[in-house]
């Protein structure tokens, strides 16, 4: 049963496509079954996995709208073990087309449900706001993944998206959690980084990750070419980065799930 992640940040530009990305890879490289789903219209996870817009007939649109069923829009990726369900420009209708439908927070958790079998994580790249796309992606999750700059304006953005997770939580999806919370594009010579890592370290304890993401040329450059990092340079920085943060959210993923089987039976 694959466990659905969001990577989400109501704040633009701290790199939550990237990420989407390059963990999806990552846990597609470590032979897990791993499937990428593109939330934002404008389609940059897709195109970073080397789906050209144009090419893409059949979109999350379609599924949300409940035109196909989601199994039908699936496309492979140059690495074995990924696949994407892609955005297309069409998805920014579903704000306007399903405003007045009921049930319309629930249009993905319900598209996923039968695919959840077939793979051992969903990652869902979210867009930059908090409409329609931004909370099918929370209600249909079961743990968001939050990158942030460590800036002074993204402590702001983290609580904004905390009140948000708590309103999902209370509303349509009470095991929604916070898997962890990302050092993105992450600078340790800057005394402001240091400063807000340690704040953010402070007051959400084991919440943060480990793995920091470095600024990374190769990193910067793998989207152009339509590929993940690890296909474009596996020996770089941004990789590793990338690589580590797998490992830490399988390690993550695989005590939750122990913990629960304890609890089941009674141990």
């Known amino acids: 049963m694959a466990s659905i992640i969001a990577i989400t940040n109501q704040k633009g530009g701290v790199g939550k496509t990237t990420t989407a990305i390059n963990l999806a890879a990552s846990l597609a490289a470590a032979e897990l079954p791993t499937l990428l789903v593109d939330c934002d219209p404008q389609g940059n996870a897709s195109s970073g996995v080397g789906v050209a817009r144009a090419s893409v007939a059949t979109s999350l649109y379609h599924v949300l709208m409940g035109f196909v069923p989601a199994a039908t829009a699936l496309l ?16 920014v209708g579903v ?6 439908t009921p049930g319309r927070e629930t249009r993905l958790r319900e598209a996923l449900a039968p695919l959840r079998s077939q793979f051992d994580f969903i990652i869902l790249d979210c867009p930059p706001a908090l409409d329609l796309l931004n909370l099918n992606a929370l209600v249909a999750a079961d743990a968001v993944i939050i990158p942030m700059q460590c800036e002074y304006f993204a402590l702001e953005g983290i609580s904004q998206l905390l009140e948000t997770v708590q309103a999902v939580q209370a509303s349509w999806n009470p095991k929604l959690r916070i898997e962890g919370i990302l050092f993105n594009q992450f600078d340790e010579r800057t005394n402001l980084s240091r400063q807000v890592a340690e704040d953010l370290r402070q007051h959400f304890g084991a919440q943060i990750f480990q793995t920091t993401i470095p600024r990374n040329i190769r990193l910067a450059e793998a989207p152009s070419f339509g590929q993940p990092v690890l296909l474009y340079d596996v020996r770089s920085r941004g990789s590793e980065a990338y690589l580590q943060l797998a490992r830490e959210v399988i390690e993550r993923e695989q005590q939750l799930r122990e913990s629960a089987q304890s609890l089941g039976t009674g141990t």
Do not use: F, I, K, Y
Request: hydrophobic share 45%; proline share 9%; glycine share 4%.
């Open 95 to 100: 704000n306007v087309e399903l405003v007045q």
């Open 76 to 91: 492979p990726t140059a690495l074995q073990g990924l696949q994407v369900l892609p955005a297309s420009r069409d998805l």
